[in-house]
């Protein structure tokens, strides 16, 4: 549970009310802010999807309403209607929610008898977790540190509960325990950032037992030093008393504001690890000012220091970028070939599409040359050196084409392309056997998951899909896809299908979900709907409730302030953001902002996918850097952020699935987009 969610409900709920939406999931252990509306905006799509496909189980259609009533009942606080409801409910897989609700909204005269039997009843599920993380506040509350730590459980804790449950060590144990409780302290404190305030006090015992000395300051000094957190740094300086490590400290903050003092050999000599830690992070912050000098300084520190060869991996390169980027691509090659054993394969690949980037193929070539093999037997190797072999040297690429083309892939469709035969689909189907499925179908873990994504609550039906399957074979995964996809939980079928390392039943990864939506929508516009099939089908894996960390919302991950610029642009009645989670609403304001794009780009698909998931001004900017000069495998391949480039070449090859699907043979590219230099 977010510790800022929860103190603002306390201030802006009334408590009946509160629990009400405790039952709903919006309060869940650890639930993030974005997510907290999303239940009521997509309970109608699930509980309607869904039902057609239990209308034979009557039994289990009158309990859903019922807790659908029991639910309404609850707003009005847990009185006789709710008891009598949730009486009738005792069979039903989310009874223990009803039972939960019922215990919180009483947690604060609740005896601990109560508390132990519901934990006991419903050992290892999630919702006994969340019920202890709010007996665990409750027991803060009550300052009842020696209860705290009799139900406290270190799998459930976040930085707060753990400082205060070692701090209650301290306050209620013997001897022996408050040692202990110190040691983990300690661990909590040696960190290379700023703890919660909430630590303050069991920070203060270090301080008062004597734990924070010279030598564990030092090391947490340059934890935070390597974090950038400077200001921290300097903090600690008062707790570093003792030379040399004083002399040293001084040496590092002063070097903050100038990262060329490092060059001051004599006063970095120690080799201990905080300072090998300490001479990486201004190696590196130098070298992207002055890659030369950090070269010249590394070449000694190199020599006299045992850096590890994860740190001199890092270093050198940083230090390669770091030339590249100011133009000394000489230094930078020469020193990229001599320190081969020392760097991975990801800063060749980054050299390669430099090259490509400036059509020095014969460059690009060599470097694919450099790959360790096991690379170049990649698809996007073998595509590439076959690409420009043909272009520099005339070799026929024609058998490594057809290779590649034999694959589903987005190089298979590119090889196909050249060679102008028809994709390959590689469709397998699985076929489990039913008491494979029934099996799963019976555990109450994937019960209660079902009745939750039924009601809407999708957050809570996916960490209880969480718990109940963390074990799973592959036998089982491969039950679960064809289980959730007949309950139409797509989004949760394409998932179980990743667990499995399944690839190839296209029927279930690639569903035809949302297509009279989306066909609504895409028709008028004269836009492909198997476009915009693939674009929510990588945006979202088709989950019309995902939310993004940064706050895009729904199948086609609109951020709000998009679908508001966009709604207003076309006349399209939008209420706000909970709207975005309703599939259709959602799906006619992406079809109306990707046929905008389409229309920016001239209708170039590899733009305006680009766009969708980088923006319009990043595109236009890449575009101005290439000078229209590239090729329009070559610029896709030299996007320059790693996730829009897996985007573009994603969305790409759904596309050409989907149009399978869909039983026409559109390219995943068109010959003018083909023909066009970007």
Known sequence: MTRHLLKWIKKKVKLYALFAVVLTGTLSLHTHPAVADQSIATQTVASDRLTRHDQADQQLQDQRELYQKALKALKKGPGPEFQRLKKQLKDYPLYPYLEYADIAVR?????????????ADNDGTRVADRLRVRWLDEMKRRHRGSDFIHYYHSSLADTEYQCYYHYARYRTGDEQQQQAALDDAMKLWMVGESQPKECDKLFELLQDNNRIDTAAAWKRFSLALSNREYSLAKYLQR??????YKQQANNAVAATNNFGKIGKYQEFNDKSPETLAILEHFLLRLAYQDGRTAMKYWGHYHQTHPFSVKSQNRITTGLVKALYRQNDLKAADEYLLSSLDLVD????????????????WQTALTWIEHLPSEYRQENRWRYWHARLSEHLNGTDPAIIYAELAQQRSYYGFLASEHLGGHYAMEHKPIAPGEEDIQAIAA????????????????????????DATRNFSEKQWIAAAVLTHRWEWINQSIMSMVQASYWNDIQIRFPLTYLEEMQKHTQPLKMDTHLLLALARQESALAEDAVSPAGARGLMQLMPATAKQTARRHNITYSGVSDLLLAEKNIELGARYYKELLDTFDNNRILATAAYNAGPHRVQQWLKES???????????????????????NVLAFSAIYAHLLGNNTRILSNQEKQMLL
């Open 107 to 119: 947690i604060r005269r609740l005896p601990k008898k109560e508390v132990e039997q519901f934990l």
């Open 345 to 360: 394969p990801d800063l060749i690949e980054w050299r390669i599409r430099q090259s490509l980037q400036t059509n020095n």
């Open 627 to 649: 000078g229209k000069q590239l090729s329009y495998d070559t610029w896709i391949e030299t996007i320059p952020f790693r996730e829009t480039r897996n985007y573009v070449q």
């Open 443 to 466: 555990m109450p873990g994937i019960q209660m998951a079902r009745e939750l994504h039924y009601h809407g609550e999708t957050l809570n039906a996916r960490r209880e899909w969480f």
């Open 239 to 244: 707790f570093i008393t003792e030379q040399p």
